[in-house]
């Protein structure tokens, strides 16, 4: 039950997720996806390690700047690079490819094993979900294909070593998201600077939007996604990151008046189904503990007591 509940509540960040493109949408700026990325960072990181009255100390402070990286300051601008680059559906497919990376980091870096059934799940859920947001207008671009697989790869690599790396004592996931969320904010500034130039005029609807954006899209969402990452596989974690497509595509068809074709309805079920198997076989994997930081002593008892937490990702 307490895996259940877990996996219910870290699942409601990629769900958050998918809110993305509709909010974007109907109350952002147009064209400003690194300045959106900003917003969406850093003022929700400053926000939860002030909550959480924590900063990083010793190496943490590098470490922290690595997983900010890692899962925000890279993955966000290379995200967008492929969304301009690629229609929307071709670069939805290249990002449900995230946990098929996670798999393998996985089994390289934390000992999780690489079953079949969860790879197999992986890979119809990214067919589940191609089945939703291709279209038979869809080309490619070498420089946006390039994009979208290196900032899933980006996003599997923090995932993994969020798990790998733990947390230092007496410090929780809040701290931890405010820490990653506030680096990674940090690191997009200079390149929207470059790119987007001076920020753009905000209206009522943009502040509304942003923040929506920050607090729940971002600061709730990635909490919730650190403290899955925490008590969970990384396999099965990543394996919830197909929800993020199908969401969207929810969202679009019941808010945007976007119509679901029989084939789309099909793809969202496959995908859907695929999500369920992966965590039915992520949970049935036994894996080893992962080298990490030390725990407080109140939260070793609660790993030692907990079959979950000896099971075990991420971190979109």
């Not at 996670?102 to 000992?111: D, K, M, S």
């Not at 390039?146 to 929780?172: F, Y």
């Not at 600061?219 to 993020?244: K, M």
Request: aromatic share 8%; net charge positive; proline share 7%.
């Amino acid at each position: 039950m307490k895996r259940i509940t877990t996996l219910a509540l870290t699942a409601l960040a990629p769900i958050s997720w998918g809110s993305t493109y509709a909010v974007a949408s109907e109350l952002l700026p147009p064209d400003r996806p690194l300045f959106t990325g900003v917003m969406r960072a850093l003022p929700a990181g400053l926000l939860l390690t002030a909550l959480a009255r924590k900063l990083p100390t010793g190496r943490w402070w590098w470490k922290a700047a690595v997983l900010g990286g890692l899962n925000i300051g890279a993955f966000f601008p290379l995200l967008f690079l492929s969304a301009y680059r690629l229609p929307g559906g071709v670069a939805a497919v290249l990002g449900s490819a995230g946990p098929l990376f996670v798999v393998g980091l996985a089994a390289l870096l934390l000992g999780e094993r690489a079953r079949l059934r969860t790879v197999l799940a992986a890979v119809v859920a990214a067919f589940g979900v191609s089945m939703v947001v291709l279209t038979a207008e869809a080309r490619l671009d070498l420089v946006g294909v390039v994009a979208g697989v290196v900032s899933s790869a980006s996003m599997g690599a923090g995932t993994v070593m969020t798990k790998r790396w733990g947390r230092p004592e007496g410090v929780g996931p809040l701290a931890m998201t405010g820490w990653q969320l506030t680096a990674g904010g940090l690191i997009i500034i200079p390149v929207a600077a470059l790119v987007e130039g001076a920020p753009p005029a905000l209206d009522g609807k943009a502040f509304l939007g942003y923040g929506y954006m920050m607090l729940i899209n971002t600061g709730i969402a990635y909490w919730l996604w650190f403290r899955g990452i925490g008590q969970l596989t990384a396999t099965s974690v990543t394996l919830l990151g197909p929800l993020s497509p199908l969401t969207a595509a929810v969202i679009g068809w019941a808010a945007l008046g976007q119509a679901l074709s029989p084939v789309q309805v099909l793809g969202m079920v496959i995908a859907f189904g695929a999500t369920v198997a992966g965590q039915l076989a992520a949970g049935s994997a036994g894996a080893p503990r992962p080298k990490a930081e030390p725990f407080s002593s109140a939260e070793e008892t609660h790993r030692n007591v907990s079959m979950d937490l000896t099971g075990g990702p991420v971190r979109r």
